[in-house]
């Protein structure tokens, strides 16, 4: 039986569950234990779990990351919670020189079994330096899985697959999600391997992840409401990209437009126009559409925010003029 609650919610049960069933696994990051973590993922943990497994470290991101790796490679299945992807940028490092290579470079021989969550994503006026969506960047790196959970569904159950992954996987979870309610069906678990739609349709595929879904899925049911039935396909594995299950959304609509937070140029939706291009060219009945980030600094007044982001009406319009 399905039963509602909040994103937060599933990500802190997802959690609490990893930390009852292996005693292997830790909480490390800012402000975890004492406080209940920045945005409330481990209220309570340190009473139940004790600061043996819920660690908080000082504003050291390239340390405590750091040491999330030594932890794994000694045998325990950290989770490293960064506050946000912003910060991330201080532990690059670690997570591209280290994490990242660690299998390659010894030949096999050592892994490292790491998860480290981050808050991605804007639309909360925090401006700049606490609203950018950098989890292509990360895409781009061979060594490491990118996971980008949208849905109740997803923020529940990406965790555990994470956790058993031999290799690091980094999980980016949009801020502006973290008190979306929904349904969270009765299931087991999902993949983190494959896209999955998130609506049917047969006239343009609208691919995105994370915090564009809703907007996607709005913007979707806006053009219904005009004839245009429009399939939603949620990427929700941004490394390695699901190109089957995205070159069988745009054989089945012949148009896609492609929505993503990250700024356009060099951005994640060109990796993916670039996937359509290779795999699909010859199903395309118009050129492939994006709709990004404005090239500007998330900016702090509301109004200004609003704009430079993907909003429903801006992907109704890239449709629309594919139409045209």
């Not at 896209?195 to 907007?215: E, F, M, N, Q, S």
């Amino acid at each position: 039986m399905s039963r509602k609650l909040t994103y937060r919610e599933a990500m802190r049960e997802a959690m609490r569950e990893a930390l009852q069933r292996d005693p292997r696994v830790i909480l490390i990051g800012e402000d975890v234990g004492r406080y209940g973590g920045t945005y409330a993922f481990s209220k309570g943990f340190l009473d139940e779990f004790g600061p043996e497994r819920i660690r908080d470290t000082p504003l050291a991101e390239l340390g405590f990351v750091g040491t999330g790796i030594g932890a794994a490679l000694g045998g325990l299945r950290p989770i490293v919670e960064v506050m946000t992807v912003n910060f991330s940028l201080l532990a690059l490092d670690q997570i591209v020189n280290t994490a990242a290579l660690f299998h390659h470079m010894s030949g096999g021989q050592f892994s490292v079994p790491l998860v480290i969550r981050m808050a991605t994503g804007a639309g909360r006026q925090l401006a700049a330096q606490h609203s950018h969506s950098l989890e292509g960047w990360y895409a781009h790196i061979p060594g490491i899985k990118v996971l980008a959970p949208a849905t109740i569904e997803d923020a529940r159950h990406m965790l555990a697959p994470a956790l058993a992954d031999p290799d690091p996987v980094v999980i980016f979870e949009h801020a502006g999600l973290f008190n979306l309610e929904g349904e969270l069906p009765d299931i087991d678990g999902v993949d983190i391997a494959s896209a999955k739609l998130r609506r049917t349709g047969r006239d343009v595929a609208l691919i995105t992840y994370g915090g564009c879904l809703p907007k996607t899925l709005a913007a979707a049911e806006m053009l219904a409401a005009e004839g245009i039935e429009a399939e939603v396909l949620d990427l929700r594995v941004l490394r390695p990209l699901d190109t089957a299950g995205i070159v069988a959304t745009v054989a089945k609509c012949h148009r896609a437009v492609v929505i993503d937070e990250n700024w356009k140029s060099g951005g994640f939706a060109a990796e993916v126009m670039a996937r359509i291009m290779e795999n699909a060219f010859y199903e395309l009945d118009a050129p492939v559409a994006r709709v990004c980030a404005e090239e500007v600094p998330i900016p702090y007044a509301k109004h200004l925010e609003e704009a430079a982001l993907p909003q429903a009406e801006k992907i109704v319009a890239a449709v629309k003029e594919m139409f045209a």
